[in-house]
């Protein structure tokens, strides 16, 4: 069974760096895209971005300049840091399995439980 | 890019039959037979209940169908249960290479 767990600061100050990690066990990190998805309380489903172990990422246009998704297979784990936060960055943010096609990501069949990150001073 | 549009909510008595319209572009779902639908309960991580347009994964009722009609994706709930009640929410592909998630559609059993 894929499980997958989010973990990182549950608070982090404006204008710093959001860093999380995902811990994934049950499945080799290199076979397949990783996907990180935020939401804000009370609100709908952001994507973040993906990433696959060979370097190959891409993220939302509107965060794109503020987002670093990394995999590492020698521990199994994807991480996100997202820089400059304000309090519009505040949201739970979750790690998902990206299933790839022949044209795109398909659809993020594995999901964390999520993690809420709260940007104040 | 912008969000693919949901109708907010959605309500039905159980037993009747609900769907909810996800709406988007020509250059998401009018592209990409990637059109996936996720179950969200308070409080909890999204479930996939749908992939592929019309897919169900392993473990989830065949009470939950979906399709995609041009740039507009459907997903119907029929035999609506209680424990259906839930935001539900759509993505696709787009053709920028990114990943796009509905407005979200709360459903409630009545």
């Known amino acids: 069974q894929v499980l997958l767990q989010e973990s990182g600061p549950g608070l982090v100050k404006p204008s710093e760096t959001l860093s999380l990690t995902c811990t994934v066990s049950?499945?080799?990190?290199?076979?397949?895209?990783w996907t990180w998805i935020r939401q804000p309380p009370g609100k709908g489903l952001e994507w973040i971005g993906y990433?696959?172990?060979?370097?190959?990422?891409n993220s939302n246009p509107s965060l794109k300049s503020r987002v670093t998704i990394s995999v590492d297979p020698s521990k199994n784990q994807i991480s996100l840091k997202l820089n400059s936060v304000t309090a519009a960055d505040t949201a739970v943010y979750y790690c998902?399995?990206?299933?790839?096609?022949?044209?795109?990501?398909?659809?993020?069949?594995?999901w964390g439980q999520g993690i809420l990150v709260t940007v104040s001073s | 890019q912008s969000a693919l549009t949901q109708p907010a909510s959605v309500s039905g008595s159980p037993g009747q039959s609900i769907t909810i319209s996800c709406t988007g572009t020509?250059?998401?779902?009018?592209?990409?037979?990637?059109v996936s639908w996720y179950q969200q309960h308070p409080g909890k991580a999204p479930k996939l209940m749908i992939y592929?347009?019309?897919e169900r994964p392993s473990g989830v009722s065949s009470r939950f169908s979906g399709s995609k009609s041009g740039s507009t994706a459907s997903l119907t709930i029929s035999g609506l249960q209680a424990e259906d009640e839930a935001d539900y929410y759509c993505?696709?592909?787009?053709?920028?290479?990114?990943?796009?998630f509905g407005t979200g559609t709360t459903v409630t059993v009545l």
């Open positions: 592929e347009v019309s």
């Open positions: 049950g499945d080799s990190i290199s076979t397949y895209y």
């Open positions: 998902a399995r990206a299933l790839w096609g022949v044209r795109g990501v398909k659809e993020n069949d594995y």
């Open positions: 020509t250059s998401d779902i009018g592209d990409y037979d990637y």
């Open positions: 990433a696959y172990y060979r370097g190959s990422t």
């Open positions: 993505s696709s592909y787009t053709s920028i290479n990114t990943y796009v």
